[in-house]
């Protein structure tokens, strides 16, 4: 398997959510569709252990909240949209940055809510202290009718495997086990 770095293109895009992408998502409730969402899993080799770019959401419901709190960068779409192009601007709307290179998929997994989630792994690196997320608005605190703007992920770090099985949300972690088995690390324990 070919083990260069890819380039990874900064652009920041501050901002508010894209309206083709809350579109899409609002198009996928209708009819009874299942949620889907896309992400890309950024991963480099750092003095040979596997590291991956885990996202912390921003907000207030996430400030105190680390353990299990993480994510891979991911949103939803609809099912008429392409997956990995949905992967694609998700994580450039949680970022700032846009991707390009060899996109490994590491398959669906259902959420225990019944959202079906795909993620695609990518060999890069980046600076998290660059990122640039997107923002959403929300009432804060509730019932105060003072709505405030709140960045969709707050940071970004770098974790080893170990670290990032913590970190990362439960329903997400089967795909840093599928990320070891591709490249024949060694998978986070139970």
Same mark, same amino acid.
């Given at each position: &398997?070919?083990?260069?770095?890819?380039?990874?293109?900064?652009?920041?895009?501050?901002?508010?959510?894209?309206?083709?992408?809350?579109?899409?998502?609002?198009?996928?409730?209708?009819?009874? &569709?299942? =949620?889907?969402?896309?992400?890309?899993?950024?991963?480099?080799?750092?003095?040979?252990?596997?590291?991956?770019?885990?996202?912390?959401?921003?907000? /207030?419901? %996430?400030?105190?909240?680390?353990?299990?709190? %993480?994510?891979?960068? =991911?949103?939803?779409?609809?099912?008429?949209?392409?997956?990995?192009?949905?992967? =694609?601007?998700?994580?450039?709307?949680?970022?700032?940055?846009?991707?390009?290179?060899?996109? +490994?998929?590491?398959?669906?997994?259902?959420?225990?809510?019944?959202?079906?989630?795909?993620?695609?792994? +990518?060999?890069?690196d980046l600076d998290p202290s660059l990122i640039r997320s997107n923002t959403f608005a929300?009432? %804060?605190? /509730?019932?105060?009718?003072?709505?405030?703007?709140?960045?969709?992920?707050?940071?970004?770090? %770098?974790?080893? &495997?170990?670290?990032?099985?913590?970190?990362?949300?439960?329903?997400?972690?089967?795909?840093?086990?599928?990320?070891?088995?591709?490249?024949?690390?060694?998978?986070?324990?139970s």
């Amino acid at each position: &398997m070919d083990q260069r770095i890819v380039s990874v293109n900064v652009r920041h895009r501050a901002g508010k959510r894209s309206a083709d992408s809350a579109v899409a998502v609002e198009k996928s409730y209708q009819g009874g &569709m299942r =949620k889907r969402s896309a992400g890309i899993l950024l991963f480099r080799f750092n003095n040979a252990a596997l590291e991956v770019l885990l996202v912390h959401p921003g907000g /207030p419901y %996430w400030a105190n909240k680390d353990a299990g709190a %993480w994510s891979i960068p =991911k949103g939803e779409y609809s099912d008429d949209e392409d997956a990995l192009a949905a992967a =694609k601007r998700e994580f450039a709307e949680e970022t700032g940055v846009n991707v390009e290179g060899e996109f +490994l998929p590491l398959g669906e997994v259902r959420q225990a809510g019944g959202k079906i989630v795909q993620v695609w792994a +990518l060999k890069g690196d980046l600076d998290p202290s660059l990122i640039r997320s997107n923002t959403f608005a929300l009432e %804060w605190p /509730p019932r105060s009718g003072s709505v405030r703007e709140f960045p969709e992920v707050d940071s970004a770090r %770098w974790f080893l &495997m170990p670290v990032a099985k913590q970190k990362l949300l439960f329903g997400q972690r089967e795909f840093l086990v599928r990320l070891c088995d591709r490249f024949g690390a060694d998978a986070p324990s139970s």
